[in-house]
């Protein structure tokens, strides 16, 4: 803290400096996105409609023509059907969804909006890029686990401990991704790269992630492709803790690596990585001045 | 009297293209202070500069004695900010506005409170502190972002293009705040505009065309480099009435947007001269003081005029047509 120059009389010298420094800084950033993202509850409503269409219709229909017993092949028992496999999987396209949204309007915020509030207060500006990433990532996290309320209609039973371990989950998932988008963001001038984005990077994503098909038997250039994805191993785990603790056989849809299955630690961990070099590279975008 | 802004021989280059070129600048504590200029002059650029918002290319700047490539951070605690487009977040309330503001700017919490009461009275907007800011007007916006800029009681607030967009009553209103504010808390104003008629409230401007000063002095100082008085004249052919004036009268008139303005010492005397010699139909004539325009002109020999829309403009506009249902 330092003392201001000499001013007039009867003037209030201020404080100077932020109360809590980095995390101060970083608790404020993230409380703004919160705070819009609790007002804006319509937005929260409307953006359930795309996941539900999957779940109901491209679900539904496709689990008729694929028949009931969907990854019952091999062994006996009890199949999942195809709508509770893509179940954990519509939950995260509702979190890949959500952080990418919200990341990329940073872009219009930082040319037009509160982000030059931001860039001009005297807070290092780490502190917006983590912000960002953990208020993307903590709306992101809430989007997917609104979902979770339709699993009795799926017929997945939900424990306590079944519900903690997927909200840990559901959260790495977003981190990884809303770090990956804060970083994109950082570099992007104008929207028009959005597009860019959407179809190259978020569809892609989405489609080579498992969370519309089983990332087991596929020809050897996809198999490599959805290995590269980060968000393969953010759903993952998601499926086998949720469809798992009701009984149903998923192990065999489980990520392999050279016929190895991950744990579902080690699958954490590359998420967080990837989450940990992302946010890496938007604190040092946002760090950067021209 | 003490500088709080010195500027030496500030430089700044995009690629090739030189936006600032070599501007030498004092502002004392206390001042008004105008920059004036057609858009693309480097006005923001400057400002951005003194913000910290963008390096220097070359040359230097201390602002409240700080050197802003040194130490942004001690800078920016020492100035506020008032945007050429709002940055407010309109999703809170005003209130919640000026709030995360002071937090950022680590006002204490009893102090921010005090702070936020007492702005909010004076720029008026006391009853709608708990209002959303997508429901306010372009001017109410405009008031709560000179509150915000001065509540962390900095030393200079800079404000680019404060009245931009709006009317001329609610500018009228901007300036009133803004007389208030620097009578209440002795903060220097340094802002840049395009409106001649605003820059003649500044104590002192600087004239910037093409990223240089082209003058500088109070705007006394400045119509003073005018004499006399001005007559602008409106004819269908304005070249062949400006070599009528020049061979009739021995002066040189400039012309600008289709209308020709002379310059005389005693203009109501030689107006009815001017009007039974001149061969052509006059349209229209006026006599009038000097105004800044006159001397924008003068000095830069083209008139401050509105640029083509940049890539900066279009995309503002789409944020616009974008956010413009929930305005």
Request: with cysteine; proline share 5%.
């Amino acid at each position: 803290m330092t003392t201001a120059a000499p001013r007039a009389a009867g003037i209030v010298t201020p404080v100077r400096g932020i109360g809590g420094g980095l995390l101060g800084a970083i608790y404020i950033v993230w409380w703004r996105d919160i705070i819009r993202y609790w007002r804006d509850r319509a937005r929260v409503g409307a953006s359930l409609a795309q996941p539900l269409l999957y779940l109901v219709i491209f679900g539904t229909g496709l689990a008729s023509s694929l028949g009931g017993g969907f990854g019952a092949t091999t062994a006996g028992g009890a199949g999942v059907s195809y709508t509770q496999f893509i179940y954990p999987g519509v939950i995260s396209m509702s979190v890949l969804f959500t952080a990418i949204f919200g990341a990329m309007s940073i872009v219009w915020d930082r040319e037009f909006g509160f982000m030059r509030e931001l860039l001009v207060a005297p807070i290092d500006r780490a502190a917006i890029a983590i912000g960002k990433t953990l208020g993307g990532a903590t709306q992101a996290m809430i989007q997917g686990l609104i979902l979770l309320v339709l699993a009795p209609f799926v017929g997945v039973t939900l424990a306590p401990a079944v519900i903690a371990q997927v909200v840990v989950l559901t959260f790495v998932l977003a981190f990884g991704l809303s770090a990956m988008g804060v970083a994109l963001a950082s570099f992007m001038r104008s929207m028009q790269g959005f597009q860019v984005v959407m179809n190259f990077l978020m569809m892609p994503m989405f489609f080579l992630s498992g969370a519309l098909f089983p990332l087991v038997g596929l020809p050897g250039w996809m198999t490599v492709l959805t290995r590269l994805n980060p968000a393969s191993y953010g759903i993952d785990p998601i499926r086998r803790v949720l469809l798992g603790s009701s009984g149903f056989p998923v192990d065999r849809f489980a990520i392999t690596i050279f016929d190895q299955t991950l744990p579902i630690a080690v699958e954490i961990v590359v998420v967080l990585g990837f989450g940990a070099v992302m946010l890496g590279i938007a604190v040092r975008a946002f760090q950067r001045r021209d | 009297m003490a500088a709080v802004i010195e500027i030496q021989k500030l430089v700044k280059k995009y690629g090739d293209i030189e936006a600032v070129r070599g501007i030498d600048l004092v502002v004392e504590q206390g001042e008004v202070f105008g920059f004036l200029g057609p858009n693309g002059a480097g006005k923001t650029t400057t400002i951005s500069i003194l913000c910290t918002l963008l390096r220097p290319t070359a040359g230097a700047a201390q602002v409240a004695g700080i050197d802003v490539a040194r130490d942004p951070a001690a800078v920016r605690s020492r100035i506020g900010l008032v945007f050429q487009d709002p940055s407010l977040d309109d999703q809170l309330t005003a209130r919640e506005n000026l709030d995360l503001h002071g937090r950022i700017y680590g006002v204490p919490s009893a102090l921010r409170r005090q702070r936020i009461d007492e702005l909010l009275e004076v720029v008026e907007l006391k009853d709608r502190a708990s209002s959303l800011v997508r429901t306010f007007s372009g001017g109410m916006k405009r008031r709560l972002e000179i509150a915000r800029g001065v509540l962390h009681h900095p030393q200079i607030l800079f404000l680019d293009e404060p009245t931009l967009g709006l009317d001329p009553q609610t500018r009228k209103h901007i300036w009133d705040y803004l007389n208030e504010l620097r009578r209440r808390e002795g903060v220097t104003l340094f802002m840049t505009t395009h409106y001649m008629d605003e820059a003649e409230f500044c104590d002192r401007i600087a004239i910037i065309d093409q990223g240089r000063i082209v003058a500088l002095g109070t705007p006394t100082e400045l119509k003073g480099k005018i004499g006399g008085d001005v007559i602008t004249l409106q004819v269908s052919d304005v070249p062949a009435a400006a070599r009528e004036v020049e061979q009739r009268f021995g002066i040189a008139p400039l012309s600008a947007n289709g209308t020709l303005r002379i310059e005389v010492p005693d203009g109501a005397s030689f107006l009815p001269r001017l009007v039974r010699e001149l061969p052509m139909r006059i349209d229209s004539v006026s006599l009038s003081r000097p105004s800044l325009d006159d001397v924008f002109l003068k000095l830069t020999g083209h008139a401050i005029r509105a640029e083509g829309a940049s890539d900066k403009d279009m995309l503002r506009n789409m944020g616009r047509m974008w956010r413009g249902g929930r305005r």
